[in-house]
């Protein structure tokens, strides 16, 4: 019952599961469990979940079934993105999630590749004219790779515009749109990415499954090596209740996109209101209109961060203090730091990512027990 007294505000960590995908996933875990590449036709059920999973996704983000490819989830899409496109040259931002960033580390330390990170301006944007800059001194062709949504502050990426750069330079164009999905549209075509990363418990489908988006024509190797599945690109048994509770979590989000727009803006006006209502003294970091709608970077003048953390989880709300990758470690995020939030701000900052099960009641209660804890000027 605890569950349902919790109030659970972090929904860029990780999402619940959507009923549906839920029971169909039972389905396939406890009834159709062949493997789908034997040929006898108890493996047919589960192929064709697979097909009908990948066109299901496919249509979600305007491009065709054979350019999706199932993986083990975002981190895995990032890695392969970015350390198998046979590029030698890589530029990524500096507010990208460690999956695309410590990936681009490796490349330079175990192979000597040349990273380039694009810098970004006070609202959280990556600064475009830099794209231009950075190709000009690639010593080979370059793959680029930056998010669609930062995952810290919601912030959307001018993705066409960099892309299309790119493009005019020769680059490749990969984007992490794993915080994305499901809560803002997403076109590949209008987009004009050659790759595209997605995880489906951002989304409300399960951990553990995401996939990698590859435009036809571009060449990639596999990051996983062994067994033909997914064309030769990513080898392993198909995780085939993950993907089929992955393609139907994602097309219920979608589906439902504004409508949840709408009640998810109703949220944060509430906890703005009501934290404004109390006279406390904080900023919402990141550009105010170009966001992910729901996740909100607030930062607390002479504050701490982690010590809000842990008097709301007293509460039994659930909230971060950044990415769930870089928490725990009672230092400054990197995306806070390079966004030069001011210092007597910098070390208040909380995520707080409302998703489908929140209530306005949960955000009230959120402002309160934030006023609680945070001393008044
Ligand atoms: C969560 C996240 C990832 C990692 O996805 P997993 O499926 O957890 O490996 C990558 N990029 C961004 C932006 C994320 O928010």
Do not use: W
């Not at 875990?29 to 059920?45: D, F, G, H, I």
């Amino acid at each position: 019952m605890q569950a349902v007294l919790m109030i659970y505000a972090d929904n860029a960590a990780t999402t619940p599961l959507d009923t549906e995908a839920l029971s169909a996933m039972r389905e396939f875990l406890a009834e159709y469990y062949a493997n789908p590449s034997q040929p006898y036709s108890y493996s047919r059920k589960a192929k064709h979940a697979l097909n009908e999973s990948r066109a299901r996704i496919a249509q979600c983000i305007n491009a065709r079934p054979d350019e999706i490819f199932f993986t083990s989830g975002g981190s895995e899409s990032d890695n392969q993105a970015v350390k198998c496109s046979g590029r030698r040259a890589i530029i990524t931002s500096a507010i990208e999630h460690k999956a695309v960033l410590e990936s681009c580390y490796a490349m330079r330390n175990y192979y000597g590749h040349e990273i380039h990170e694009l810098p970004v301006d006070e609202a959280c944007r990556v600064i475009i004219p830099a794209l231009a800059e950075a190709l000009t001194h690639c010593h080979s062709p370059a793959l680029v790779s930056v998010m669609l949504a930062n995952n810290e502050t919601g912030v959307i990426q001018p993705i066409h515009e960099l892309a299309q750069i790119a493009h005019s330079h020769g680059a490749l164009f990969h984007t992490d749109a794993v915080q994305a999905l499901g809560h803002v549209p997403v076109d590949v075509q209008a987009l004009g990415v050659d790759m595209l990363s997605g995880s489906a418990h951002k989304f409300n489908g399960p951990r553990g499954v995401g996939f990698l988006y590859v435009r036809r024509g571009v060449e990639i190797r596999p990051l996983i090596h062994g067994g033909s599945q997914e064309c030769g690109l990513r080898a392993g048994t198909e995780n085939t209740a993950g993907v089929v509770g992955m393609s139907i979590a994602l097309t219920n989000n979608c589906r439902e996109i504004s409508r949840h727009e709408e009640r998810l803006l109703i949220l944060e006006r509430i906890l703005i209101d009501g934290l404004k209502g109390c006279g406390i003294d904080f900023r919402l970091n990141g550009d105010a209109a170009e966001r992910l709608p729901g996740l909100l970077s607030l930062s607390f003048r002479g504050a701490n961060g982690e010590r809000i953390l842990h008097r709301l989880d007293l509460k039994d709300i659930c909230i971060s203090t950044g990415s769930a990758c870089d928490g725990m470690k009672n230092q400054i995020s990197r995306v806070i730091t390079r966004m030069n939030v001011p210092h007597e701000y910098a070390g208040g900052t909380i995520r707080i990512s409302f998703g489908k099960c929140n209530t306005p009641d949960d955000a009230a209660k959120i402002a309160r027990e934030i006023a609680n804890v945070i001393p008044t000027q």
